[in-house]
């Protein structure tokens, strides 16, 4: 009995000898089942047959035959994809939204799915959570190797995705395969028309000049900011536009109407009544959005409530095929948003909206668009701000990264959303370690403490994570040079433990490159002072002699990296490395006021002025980056007092300003220079008037003044730029205009 029992158990742990409860698919390169579709066999189904036989063959070696489910023979073991007959096996209930099973039984395999893609998404979960491939970036994913692939015979998952519209906006998941392998969406793919609509609609540059009255009343006279709603024509444009734009693309899910990016909202005598009978600037809108809907029942509308729109009203309830696209983006990132004091507004916006409609997507943020490359350690909050979106019913989200450019950890931040997209509520760990293993491997572990560390060095210095922040605003805190040099440490035992690696070596180069961003734009602002670009040479600075070719090595891994823009609609590594040979090549300029106290009669906005006062004397010019070197002076004048120390023979001002129309800074209207010898009575020597600002212009440029000075000897001197008084009508929203000066130069 004794021996008849042992070699029972011999014969069961043989090679090729199938343990109890274990189907065997393939087996020393054979495989053992066919993968069996439907006889008349969807898109979708075709399609996730042929990756999983891709695939299988790619880690086992062995070729699945692929049959319809008539030239099956009934008994032979099968993967059952899609809705075959035998799939009542594991249940004919109907699989919600894009969701899927995946079920074995009496050695068959089944793999079903709902609407769209979700029979592909079944197979690619098989592929990753249960043969361990794994898709960590764009590229070729990690395909392990081994002739023996088998599943539990007592497997049952069902997986239904928490949100119905899924996208993270980075590099990778724009590419096609990334997309389907991590149930993602693309808005080009569900949208017939995206985001800010209006323009689209009713385009300016064919209608104003005939019709101004299809556009916004403003401060009494009609620009082209936004749409008049109430104009009876708008509306039938629109509709026009999209019964054409829906018979060109059937397929489109969902159909934009929404603001243009800005303020500028009607004011127009019907429009006001809107709004004021609905509480918020949202009324009119919502009021046109229901009506064009009500033109097409069967299509899905979205409209943005961002800005002046994030207030639902207090009367009119959006449609039943309208869907509201919440915006997130005054909320700082260092915090989750469910418990950030600047998130408030958004919090009581999105319980205001869920009173009125269960229709709720969410138009998040996730990267600094004004420096993409800037670390920004917000990597453990993405989770949390995903299930906080799910347990307040929100339908959809689009987290807004840095698009197609390169930015710091995309590839981690793309993975991290997209596992929370899918199913926000599952361990918070788990999506974060399984990616550092398969994108990092041998270097994950001084990877994932550089990540950690810079999460834990922005909690404790307890300072803003800002969406358009900048690095040098953190120079003394989480990205100060000592907390740099703890990073750089992590990237160096990283690179060692690469070795030979080339392909790892390129990644941890990769993550290294948001460090060296941070470390040149802060050289920038330091200059003179150590940890600046520039070092004494003769009787003033000249750069430091290899700045040069670091910034040129920063630039060449940029391009390699993927890295297209620096910032939202800004410049690339080509443009940033003239930029910056530019500035080296620039000859030092001796100035009276170097370093020189300065007093101001008006504050300067602290959060875009690194150096305080001292901007105006440091000796450092500044670019379009309003946040690098620039003085900014919100809604009053500059009005600077320089202390020569002594007695000085004047001649001349030179002083920069910045024009950037799109963050709200204009040029001055004019510039006064003053003398003095007891810093008590001034009297005037130049005056400059400057130019108004043409319309429409949104270019941002630095403008140069060389004043001359009537002759005089003073030991004060005082500059005085008169700020635009109001917004120009053209920019379109209610703010006060800035100021921004970088040097005031004097001979």
């Not at 270097?443 to 834990?456: D, F, N, Q, S, V």
């Not at 490395?577 to 170097?594: C, H, R, T, Y």
Request: net charge neutral; with cysteine; charged share 20%.
């Amino acid at each position: 009995m004794m021996n008849a029992l042992f070699l029972s158990l011999m014969m069961w742990i043989q090679p090729g000898c199938q343990p109890a409860g274990e189907i065997v698919l393939t087996d020393k390169g054979k495989a053992r089942h066919q993968i069996v579709l439907p006889a008349e066999a969807t898109k979708a189904e075709t399609r996730a047959a042929d990756i999983l036989r891709k695939y299988v063959q790619q880690i086992s070696g062995a070729q699945l035959a692929v049959v319809t489910e008539n030239n099956w023979k009934a008994g032979e073991p099968a993967i059952f994809i899609g809705n075959t007959g035998q799939s009542g096996s594991i249940g004919e209930e109907k699989i919600a939204g894009e969701g899927f099973v995946i079920a074995t039984g009496d050695q068959h395999v089944y793999i079903r799915g709902g609407s769209g893609k979700g029979v592909i998404y079944g197979v690619y979960t098989l592929l990753d959570q249960y043969f361990g491939c794994r898709k960590p970036a764009q590229g070729p994913p990690v395909v392990p190797k081994k002739s023996r692939l088998t599943l539990s015979q007592h497997l049952t998952d069902r997986q239904v995705p928490q949100f119905v519209y899924r996208e993270t906006y980075y590099p990778a998941p724009l590419e096609p395969e990334y997309q389907e392998w991590h149930k993602l969406h693309s808005f080009e793919d569900l949208w017939g028309l995206w985001g800010h609509s209006y323009f689209k609609l009713v385009p300016p540059k064919e209608h104003f000049a005939a019709h101004p009255e299809y556009y916004a009343f403003v401060n009494g006279k009609r620009r082209a900011t936004q749409l008049c709603l109430s104009n009876e024509q708008v509306f039938r444009i629109a509709t026009a536009y999209f019964k054409k734009a829906m018979a060109d693309n059937p397929d489109a899910l969902y159909w934009s109407i929404s603001p243009e990016d800005g303020a500028g909202y009607c004011t127009c005598d019907q429009c006001a009544l809107a709004d004021k009978e609905e509480g918020t600037h949202a009324g009119s809108l919502i009021r046109f959005v229901n009506r064009i809907a009500a033109q097409f029942p069967d299509k899905q509308f979205t409209t943005l409530a961002y800005t002046y729109t994030i207030q639902p009203p207090a009367v009119t309830k959006p449609a039943g095929n309208v869907i509201i696209m919440l915006s997130s983006i005054d909320a700082y990132r260092h915090r989750p948003l469910a418990e950030e004091p600047s998130a408030a507004g958004f919090r009581k916006a999105l319980q205001d909206w869920k009173k009125v409609t269960g229709n709720i997507f969410i138009w998040d943020y996730t990267t600094q668009f004004t420096n993409y490359l800037a670390p920004f350690p917000d990597y453990f909050l993405l989770q949390q701000n995903l299930q906080y979106f799910a347990d307040n019913g929100v339908k959809g989200v689009f987290s807004q990264g840095s698009g197609e450019t390169y930015s710091d950890m995309a590839e981690l931040n793309a993975y991290l959303q997209a596992g929370a997209l899918w199913q926000p509520h599952q361990p918070t760990d788990t999506a974060f370690h399984r990616f550092m293993a398969a994108y990092y491997g041998k270097a994950a572990k001084p990877l994932t403490e550089y990540i950690k560390a810079l999460a834990a060095n922005l909690k404790t210095a307890g300072v803003a994570l800002d969406i358009y922040g900048s690095p040098v605003t953190h120079r003394n805190d989480y990205l100060s040079p000592a907390a740099i040099e703890q990073y750089s440490n992590y990237l160096d035992q990283a690179e060692k433990a690469a070795g030979s690696d080339a392909q790892l070596a390129a990644r941890i180069y990769n993550a290294r490159l948001p460090l060296e961003y941070t470390v040149l734009q802060q050289a920038r602002l330091y200059g003179t002072d150590k940890h600046g670009y520039l070092v004494p040479s003769g009787n003033g600075y000249a750069p430091a002699p290899k700045f040069a070719a670091r910034v040129q090595r920063f630039a060449q891994q940029a391009q390699k990296a993927g890295v297209k823009e620096l910032s939202e609609a800004g410049i690339g590594p080509e443009a940033y490395l003239k930029e910056w040979q530019n500035i080296l090549a620039k000859p030092w300029q001796p100035s009276l006021a170097f370093g020189k106290k300065v007093t101001l009669l008006h504050p300067f906005t602290p959060e875009y002025t690194a150096k305080k006062e001292a901007t105006l004397t440091d000796g450092l010019t500044g670019n379009t980056d309003f946040a690098l070197n620039w003085l900014f002076v919100y809604g009053n004048d500059l009005v600077a007092t320089i202390d020569l120390g002594a007695a000085k023979a004047l001649s001349k001002v030179n002083i920069n300003f910045l024009q950037d129309a799109r963050h709200n800074i204009f040029l001055p209207v004019n510039i006064v220079v003053e003398t003095s010898t007891d810093g008590q009575s001034f009297r005037p020597v130049a005056v400059q008037p400057v130019a108004a600002v043409a319309d429409e212009d949104f270019a941002a440029r630095v403008e140069n003044f060389q004043l001359t000075l009537k002759p005089s000897t003073a030991r004060y001197l005082r500059i005085t730029a008169k700020h635009l008084p109001q917004m120009p009508a053209w920019r379109g929203n209610d703010k006060k205009p800035a100021i921004c000066c970088d040097e005031i130069i004097v001979q």
